[in-house]
């Protein structure tokens, strides 16, 4: 997330949320290097998340307010709840980075839902 710094302090602050213990090497190839999104973590694996069905049924579970971002490229940008069928790759996050929903371009990926790995859930 080298574009700007709004992207990559909004990028830091999700990974430490969700990919805290996701080792550097990993993040490093598979989630900020070029052509690489954040929600690598999930799809490759090294983030328990809920998947599919399961993922958008614990989605609209959550009542705590939540702010939105879209990934493009290596630019992050908040965007309103009402601008997000617009977009692909569309991070729905808890203002307290307590969860995380994702929605994302490929159609075998996604969507995902995870707890931050600092509040698991609780």
């Not at 999104?37 to 959550?62: N, P, R």
Request: glycine content about 4%.
């Amino acid at each position: 997330m080298k574009n700007n710094a709004n992207s990559e302090i909004l990028a830091e602050k999700w990974l430490n949320a969700f990919g805290k213990n996701v080792p550097l090497k990993n993040l490093n190839r598979y989630v900020k290097g070029e052509n690489n999104y954040l929600w690598h973590i999930f799809s490759y694996d090294f983030v328990k998340c809920y998947t599919g069905a399961e993922a958008l049924k614990m989605f609209e579970s959550m009542s705590d307010s939540c702010f939105v971002f879209v990934q493009d490229g290596c630019t992050l940008e908040t965007i309103s709840e009402n601008e997000a069928c617009r977009y692909t790759d569309v991070y729905f996050t808890a203002e307290s980075y307590k969860w995380t929903f994702v929605k994302t371009h490929e159609s075998e990926c996604g969507p995902y839902f995870c707890f931050s790995e600092v509040d698991n859930g609780n």
